[in-house]
């Protein structure tokens, strides 16, 4: 059908004397245009599975964007015709009032989801789930494909509470002297051939931790290499990682943790804020292109016990976002709204089943039944990351912490990462 349908193509602009030019990638277009399904309502109707046990309800979360009456029949229709719908509840009877419809009426909610699978709720509920066409699922952007095809992140943890021996410089209010950093021997350009020796495609450096100290003299804080003896302060972290990343072909990566900055934690909301994205735009504007922002805590209140902010977040996660995407549309942000976590917390291991398509962006936690599955409308990779010190939770450099040793870290990356996620999430 595909090759008549180019004979036609061609015998139209031949007869015609067309001044078409058809190259070669023009042809493949054309054939591969063609050999895309185009799902017919009969198709769709005959492909909807309905789930007349309501295993497949919404439960409490009634995220319909339109409700219509009719039977069961016209409810299946509806979703069919609407590019929006993704799935259905009918209800026959309703047992409660619900947005539009009232109890005792017949009512079919339409879905842009596939609901989470739970137990039945109600009697005289079906669920019902729109037939997957492969031309609507979830793409990876060039970006996406790119971060994906580096497999492996070198996370580095370095920042004034490195030389404290601690995990957070600022601890409930209290923070440590900038007069402690003060580096012998800094070599970012070691750093950077490290990774890439060890095959890593980009490092993901502490910018400014959860305690607020920043590694790079900003002027949105005095807590900073500025105000350390490090080259008289005069130093500056930032620069020389960024250059080492460029001269030996590593991809840039900075922890930021906007909700969580002890060492401003007493400021008013809106001075919080402005120093924050003041800080964001430094790091986008004034050291070449960057990679990826790694934001902890994304999408919840504000981050770190021990460290924390004024308020205002998780709300204000969606300032940050909008921040980023107008400074440096390309920079990724992960965790963030491009990549998220894979589910398995810290500890270098997945959850299954896993799924990249999603149907938020914002930082709803993962939940294989919720926020992710193979209808997704957006492709967001998950990521898993680890310490090398063991036993965890610990991530700073520590005197006389223990680490993995290179079997035990063969083992983790072989087994727990490649068998596991790579392969059991396909």
């Known amino acids: 059908i595909y090759c008549l349908k180019l004979l036609v193509y061609l015998k139209f602009a031949f007869e015609h004397h067309s001044k078409m030019v058809i190259t070669l990638p023009s042809l493949f277009a054309l054939v591969i245009l063609s050999a895309v ?49 993704a799935a259905f509840s009918y209800n026959n009877p309703m047992p409660t009032d619900l947005m539009n419809c009232h109890k005792g009426s017949i009512c079919c909610n339409l879905k842009e989801g596939p609901p989470p699978q739970a137990n039945a709720s109600d009697a005289g509920v079906v669920s019902g789930v729109k037939p997957i066409n492969p031309g609507d699922l979830a793409k990876p952007s060039l970006r996406i494909l790119e971060y994906m095809d580096m497999e492996m992140t070198m996370f580095m943890h370095f920042n004034l509470a490195t030389f404290a021996n601690i995990e957070h410089n600022c601890y409930q209010g209290s923070c440590l002297s900038p007069s402690l950093f003060n580096p012998s021997n800094l070599n970012a350009t070691q750093w950077a051939v490290t990774a890439k020796e060890m095959g890593a495609g980009e490092i993901c450096l502490t910018a400014h931790h959860e305690g607020g100290f920043c590694l790079w003299p900003t002027k949105y804080s005095n807590y900073s290499v500025a105000a350390s003896p490090w080259k008289d302060g005069k130093g500056d972290v930032i620069r020389e990682f960024t250059e080492a990343c460029r001269n030996n072909g590593i991809k840039p990566c900075f922890y930021l943790s906007a909700s969580a ?31 990826r922002l790694w934001f902890d805590h994304y999408g919840s209140p504000c981050g770190g016990s021990l460290t924390g902010c004024p308020g205002g977040f998780p709300a204000y996660w969606y300032n940050v976002t909008e921040h980023v995407r107008a400074v440096s549309p390309e920079t990724l942000m992960g965790p963030g709204a491009d990549v998220w976590y894979n589910g398995g917390g810290e500890s270098g291991s997945g959850m299954y089943p896993l799924w990249n398509p999603s ?46 040793n290179a079997s035990q870290l063969w083992e983790h990356w072989m087994v727990r990462h490649i068998a596991y996620q790579k392969i059991l999430s396909l």
């Open 261 to 291: 900055d002890g060492y401003h934690r007493s400021l008013s909301l809106e001075e919080y804020i402005k120093d924050e994205l003041g800080m964001l735009t430094e790091i986008l504007t004034q050291y070449g292109s960057i990679y």
């Open 359 to 404: 149907d938020t962006t914002d930082g709803t936690p993962w939940n294989s039944t919720t926020t992710s599955g193979p209808q997704g409308r957006y492709f967001r990779p998950r990521e898993s990351d680890m310490t090398i010190q063991n036993p965890g939770d610990k991530w700073f450099w520590g005197k006389g912490h223990a680490y993995y």
């Open 37 to 85: 399904p185009v799902e017919t309502n009969d198709q769709c109707l005959a492909g909807i599975k309905l789930d007349p046990l309501d295993r497949l309800r919404m439960g409490g979360d009634y995220a319909n964007f339109e409700q219509k009456t009719g039977d069961i029949h016209e409810c299946e229709k509806a979703c069919c015709n609407d590019s929006r719908c």
